[in-house]
C-alpha cells in the first residue's frame, strides 16, 4: 500500500463555491435564459455540468451586447465597471458573485487611481480577474508578471504608484517583483492582495511536494491558480503531473513510486478530488 498525502487546502476557496452554489440555485430558480459572463469558474467539468441545466456561456464582450433579456451572472473573477454600466442600459438582470477579496481590489484601484496613482497590478495580463481590476482604474495602469517587465517599469518616469496582486499569483514571485519595485524611490503604496486561501494553498503544496516521489495536481486546463500550484510543486519534485480529471491520469507512472502527493485547484470540484485520491489508492 503506497502512502498519499492529501492536502487539506485543496479544492473550492470560498469565492468559487459562493460563485458555484449561485450559479445552480439561478438555474433551479429563473424561468428565462441564464448565461454567466465567461465560464462561471476555470473548470470544463462544472461548466458542462450548468449548460446541461440551461445555463449559456458569453464568452465574449459581442455576445454580451447581443442579448435582448435575461438574466447574465458575472462570475467570481470579476469584471470592469462598464460591464456594470452596459447591463443596466440594455436591462438585464445581473447577479453579482464577484469574490470578496477581488471586490476589495476594485474599491482600491478606483480610490487610489483617482487619488492621482498610477496602478501596477501584478499578474497574469491575459487573466480575466486582471482585466476586471484594470477596468476599475480612472487613470494609467500597468501589469507586471515577471521580474523582467518589473525592471523596464523603473526606467520610466512614475511619482505615485499603488501596487496590488491579482489575488492567485505566486507569493514568492510577487515578493522578489516587490522587491525590484522597490529599488527606486518615489511614492509607492504596497497592498498583498493575494488572497489567505491562495497564500495557505501555495504553501502546503510546497510542503507536500517536498515529502513525497511524485505529485498529482488536479485542475481545469485554464486555471491559473492550479497552474501556479504546478509550477510550485514542479519545482519541489520533478514527478509533477497536471490533470484535469482521473481520465487523464497514467497510473504506469505510479508504479514504482512509495509516496504519492494531491492538491487541486481553487476550481476543482471535491467530487473529482476523491475520486483520483480514491483511485490512488485503491489502484496502487
Request: glycine share 6%; hydrophobic share 35%; net charge neutral.
Amino acid at each position: 500500500m503506497k502512502e498519499v498525502k492529501v492536502a487539506r487546502t485543496a479544492g473550492f476557496c470560498f469565492g468559487v463555491k459562493r460563485a458555484v452554489e449561485k450559479a445552480y440555485e439561478v438555474a433551479a430558480e429563473k424561468q428565462g435564459p441564464v448565461y454567466t459572463y465567461g465560464p462561471i469558474i476555470h473548470n470544463e467539468e462544472v461548466v458542462s455540468d450548468l449548460e446541461k441545466l440551461g445555463v449559456r456561456v458569453l464568452e465574449t464582450e459581442d455576445e454580451l451586447r447581443g442579448l435582448k433579456k435575461g438574466t447574465v451572472i458575472i462570475r467570481s473573477h470579476g469584471v470592469p465597471e462598464y460591464i456594470y454600466k452596459l447591463l443596466q442600459e440594455k436591462g438585464l438582470e445581473c447577479i453579482d458573485v464577484t469574490c470578496p477579496f477581488v471586490l476589495k481590489i476594485h474599491r482600491i484601484v478606483e480610490r487610489e487611481s483617482k487619488a492621482g496613482r498610477h496602478i501596477v497590478i501584478i499578474g497574469n495580463p491575459d487573466h480575466p480577474e486582471v482585466a476586471g481590476i484594470q477596468g476599475w482604474c480612472h487613470g494609467p495602469s500597468t501589469v507586471i508578471s515577471t521580474k523582467e517587465e518589473a525592471r523596464d517599469f523603473l526606467s520610466e518616469e512614475h511619482e505615485k504608484v499603488c501596487i496590488v496582486s491579482q489575488t492567485t499569483f505566486n507569493y514568492n514571485n510577487f515578493q522578489e517583483i516587490v522587491e525590484i519595485l522597490n529599488e527606486k524611490r518615489y511614492d509607492r503604496l504596497v497592498l498583498n492582495t493575494i488572497c489567505n486561501a491562495t497564500q495557505d494553498r501555495q504553501r502546503e503544496a510546497e510542503e507536500i511536494a517536498k515529502q513525497v516521489d511524485a505529485m498529482i495536481v488536479v485542475g481545469g486546463r485554464h486555471s491559473s491558480n492550479t497552474q501556479k500550484l504546478y509550477e510550485i510543486c514542479k519545482k519541489e519534485c520533478r514527478n509533477t503531473y497536471y490533470i484535469q480529471t482521473l481520465a487523464d491520469l497514467d497510473s504506469e507512472r505510479f508504479r514504482s513510486v512509495q509516496c504519492i502527493g494531491i492538491t487541486a485547484g481553487a476550481s476543482t470540484p471535491n467530487k473529482i478530488i476523491e475520486e483520483v485520491s480514491k483511485h490512488v489508492r485503491i489502484k496502487f
